[in-house]
């Protein structure tokens, strides 16, 4: 395994993208038509689950891209350690769009401009001997995209208000739930393609410790109340810091009341998809009327890592820098495929968030369903202790084999020392057939049964009953400090 630093420093430098935007620039007609239609099918159902009071009718009744292409710039080609092949790229949108979205009880809603930003990693994986050589792409914002939206006619009252915001806020939850890493948007470029092989891993663990801030000032306070209420009482904020990396869930510190030097010396475990991905750290005053901004740090897993494990960063509010720091350090871990690892990091673990190890379950397909194809609404559920997934469930439509229908999702578990120590407690994998909310057949694996398999690897078509299979994997893996 190539040490940490030749692993962080292996670009070869970046290139001009001119040849492919000529090519998107040709495509763009049709690009405009499939992606109106997949933001249709995408996008409006969930407007509707997500969007609060009467903003949820809200469909779309115009939709064109307008002529604008979609620009890139800054290509960086890598292969990856599955023998793939790894395409980053920036992306940059100034679309001229005509979107038109009206619904009940609200005023009709139209968007002249989008601009998105962001920086793109396309996989190219697995490579074969058949013809077209690439089984599959997948498409992930590294980081999460900026998204500005134009409003014109009634919205542009909202422009600053609800609407912009709400809207905004949704559809950057679409885009990160569906292609910011660790999600990636696949798409199948041959139909034999096998999911196993195509299924990129997380590189592994950062260990973030949030150590200390200095020169915290409280913010200025909003309302006149607040602010007669601070000239009279010394405000000292109650500072919390939270940090987000990727699309994974957020994690906060704890509050450290009235103090403007605050030391938290707290520790969290982030999976790791790529070097580039942006470590946000944000610094909140802890106040019942609602918190404040006292200041925003930033730094890369890989900046932090170049550095020997330890920034100060400069907090900004507001766009502008401040006096005050933040001081984090950082540990960086493989992911290996050795129990004796697992166990060993599990007895190394300083408290009960620390990652030990990982459990990820990948779902290719089911095989050989019987009923009505108008009917079948298949879906797999896997269960593990009180963890629960879900893939998406599929519906006939002309040429889409419902009776053999392919899921290709990977759902992840962060292990922890208690779950290895004694996984009896949480029981078996239970992978299940799902027909709508109905369970029709299901298969268990017990985890020491994965802990025997080669290489930790328990890949099958699990027999779920009448007749039925589901084909999955399920591999553990414990975790080494980097080199």
Request: aromatic share 6%; hydrophobic share 40%.
């Amino acid at each position: 395994m190539a040490s940490l630093v030749d692993t962080l420093t292996a670009s070869g430098g970046t290139e001009p993208a001119g040849f492919l935007n000529d090519i998107v620039e040709q495509l763009w007609p049709n690009i405009n038509v499939a992606g109106a239609q997949i933001a249709k099918d995408v996008v409006e159902p969930i407007l509707a689950s997500t969007l609060p009071g009467p903003l949820s009718s809200l469909h779309f009744v115009k939709l064109d891209l307008g002529h604008v292409p979609i620009r890139f710039s800054n290509v960086d080609v890598h292969k990856t350690t599955t023998q793939g092949i790894k395409l980053d790229m920036d992306l940059d949108w100034e679309g001229v769009c005509d979107i038109e979205l009206d619904g009940n009880h609200v005023p009709k809603i139209g968007i002249e401009k989008v601009q998105l930003k962001g920086r793109l990693s396309v996989l190219l994986c697995p490579l074969t001997n058949i013809i077209p050589l690439i089984g599959a792409a997948q498409v992930a914002f590294i980081n999460p995209p900026s998204l500005k939206l134009d409003f014109t006619n009634a919205a542009s009252i909202a422009d600053c208000f609800l609407i912009e915001k709400a809207v905004r806020n949704t559809i950057l939850g679409i885009i990160s739930g569906m292609a910011v890493l660790p999600n990636r948007f696949l798409v199948k470029l041959d139909a034999n393609n096998d999911y196993f092989k195509t299924y990129q891993p997380h590189h592994g663990i950062l260990r973030l410790t949030v150590e200390k801030a200095t020169g915290i000032t409280a913010p200025k306070k909003k309302s006149g109340a607040s602010r007669l209420l601070a000239k009279i009482v010394k405000d000292v904020p109650d500072c919390y810091v939270k940090v987000k990396i990727g699309a994974e869930e957020e994690w906060r510190t704890s509050v450290q009341k009235n103090n403007q030097e605050p030391v938290w010396n707290e520790t969290h475990d982030f999976l790791v998809t790529d070097y580039e991905q942006i470590i946000s750290l944000d610094i909140q005053d802890d106040d019942l009327g609602g918190d404040d901004d006292i200041g925003l740090g930033s730094t890369t897993v890989k900046d932090i890592l170049l550095k020997g494990g330890s920034q100060d960063l400069t907090l900004v509010h507001k766009g502008d820098p401040t006096d005050a720091k933040l001081t984090v350090h950082a540990k960086f871990y493989n992911f290996v495929a050795d129990a004796q690892l697992l166990s060993a990091a599990g007895s190394e673990v300083q408290s009960k968030d620390q990652i030990c190890g990982i459990v990820t379950i990948l779902v290719a397909s089911a095989l050989g369903l019987q009923g009505q194809r108008d009917e079948l609404n298949p879906s797999i559920r896997v269960t593990w202790g009180d963890k629960n997934f879900l893939t998406a469930a599929k519906t006939y439509t002309p040429g889409v084999d419902i009776f053999n229908p392919s899921f290709d999702q990977a759902f992840r578990i962060p292990l922890t020392a208690g779950m290895v120590a004694n996984p009896e407690a949480v029981g078996n994998f239970k992978i299940s057939l799902m027909n709508k909310k109905v369970e029709s057949g299901s298969a268990e694996v017990a985890f020491q049964d994965v802990l025997g398999a080669p290489g930790l690897v328990r890949e099958d078509s699990f027999d779920v009953g009448s007749g039925a299979v589901v084909r999955a994997s399920i591999s553990i893996h414990g975790i080494q400090l980097a080199n």
